[in-house]
């Protein structure tokens, strides 16, 4: 695997949270996602009244790499400081278990884990049928 430029990765994640739409909650959050092919998607969250409707910062990276093709990823970077929540997690897995999730703390400091460690016991096609 190539070495992942969290920094980068990171700032992407903070200018896409200047994009986001999230007059309810007040609380701007911007995703990075980098494919294995090394093109990124970034996306803000998206909410609207109806909180159920709303849309992550994660999830709506996610499904514009998907809606052009991409179908592997080796890191999710997420500003500010915050891991995914479990839907986005599960969505992340359905595309395999190899990923690092980037976030930064208040402070500077980056963590990183692998999805297993935020997934443990994903559910995947072999639970099905
Ligand atoms: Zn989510």
Not at 8 to 32: C, H, I, T, V
Not at 48 to 72: D, N, P
Not at 94 to 103: A, K, S, Y
Request: aromatic fraction near 10%; charge should be negative; hydrophobic fraction near 40%.
């Amino acid at each position: 695997m190539s070495e992942i430029d969290t920094l980068a990765l990171l700032q992407r994640a903070k200018d896409s949270a200047e994009w986001a739409y999230a007059p309810y909650s007040n609380e701007p959050k911007g995703a990075a996602l980098l494919c294995s092919d090394g093109s990124i998607y970034a996306s803000g969250n998206v909410e609207f009244a109806t909180f159920s409707g709303s849309v992550c910062a994660e999830l709506a990276a996610l499904t514009q790499a998907i809606s052009e093709g991409k179908r592997q990823f080796k890191a999710l970077a997420i500003f500010p400081y915050r891991y995914p929540c479990g839907t986005c997690r599960q969505f992340l897995s359905e595309f395999g278990l190899d990923v690092q999730v980037i976030t930064a703390c208040a402070n500077g400091d980056i963590e990183s884990k692998f999805l297993p460690e935020l997934l443990p016991h994903s559910f995947d096609k072999s639970n099905i049928g």
